[in-house]
């Protein structure tokens, strides 16, 4: 087995752990501003499924040149064996084209804040998954940041008013929130125990997803025409919102468990309804004041220091 496989398998310090942290609120504020890019892409008639194909395919088309430039990156490409691309495949299809896919067209039915709840119930399903699945089971500080969170998240949303809201986006952002659960957990599987590194990981699960993706929103939305503005938001969000955070995100899923991350991914919530207020004029009430306060509370709790644990 190779060197750099071997040591993957090793306990992250605590330097290491407060790095990934830091990288991982650092994703966390570039995927938060995704969202309002995303509206204001919506906004501007693209359709939602080919909007998403197309950052995530110009994003793997990034990528790929950087891979393949590297020696280190192409060695490690020639020791993929079927069950890498196997697990690969699965992770782009859960994590790009179906949580992705069903994330873009969640927002072209539903207001944000509605989309936002629901994948905030992220973090709960992951817990249950892992501590059903793996040995990555939560201590108890962990549970009642957990609970501290899902309880902000209420707190700040409810009581929650659809309007005219269609059923099937609450579906679509159910399928999101669920997809990215087991996106999280797959994740960490490979990031953790396969010993490909962070660039392999992005490019080929990117790619493996993307394409799909790209394909069902031109067959079943089709295109619109694309002027500067479009293709700058376009390409914003392929170049550093996905390739660089994808990266980046993906090397932090090597120290942190699987609810670790689920949690900071979670800290979005506060980021987005930040954002949303200085860029779409949506304000935040004293309720949701408290309810940002709780979240942020259960992200810290999940993060306190611990004994490691086996994986």
């Avoid at 031109?218 to 170049?239: D, E, F, H, K, M």
Wanted: charged letters at 10%; hydrophobic letters at 55%.
């Amino acid at each position: 087995m190779p060197a750099s496989r071997l040591a993957s398998s090793q306990p992250p310090n605590a330097a290491a752990h407060r790095r990934a942290v830091l990288e991982a609120l650092l994703v966390t504020f570039l995927w938060s501003t995704s969202w309002v890019l995303i509206k204001l892409g919506l906004r501007a008639e693209l359709p939602s499924l080919t909007f998403a194909g197309l950052r995530y395919t110009l994003a793997f088309i990034c990528l790929l040149p950087w891979l393949l430039a590297s020696p280190y990156q192409r060695a490690g490409l020639r020791t993929l064996s079927g069950r890498d691309w196997a697990q690969l495949l699965l992770y782009g299809m859960v994590f790009y084209a179906l949580a992705q896919g069903a994330q873009f067209f969640s927002l072209e039915l539903l207001p944000a804040a509605t989309v936002s709840l629901v994948l905030n119930l992220s973090p709960l399903t992951v817990a249950a998954l892992s501590a059903a699945l793996t040995h990555e089971r939560p201590s108890g500080w962990q549970w009642i940041g957990i609970g501290l969170s899902m309880g902000g998240t209420l707190l700040y949303f409810l009581p929650l008013s659809l309007g005219g809201a269609k059923a099937v986006g609450i579906l679509a952002a159910l399928v999101g929130m669920l997809a990215n659960a087991l996106a999280s957990l797959l994740g960490r599987v490979i990031n953790a125990h396969s010993g490909l590194s962070p660039l392999l990981v992005t490019t080929l699960s990117m790619g493996l997803g993307s394409w799909p993706m790209l394909a069902a929103g031109l067959l079943w939305q089709g295109s619109a025409p694309l002027g500067l503005t479009q293709w700058a938001i376009i390409a914003w969000l392929a170049v550093v919102n996905t390739a660089f955070a994808f990266t980046l995100w993906n090397r932090t899923l090597q120290t942190l468990s699987a609810v670790e991350s689920s949690l900071m991914a979670n800290t979005m919530l506060p980021q987005i309804v930040l954002l949303t207020w200085l860029f779409l004029g949506e304000g935040v009430d004293l309720k949701g004041v408290f309810g940002l306060i709780l979240v942020t509370l259960g992200v810290a709790l999940v993060q306190w220091p611990r004994s490691p644990r086996p994986v």
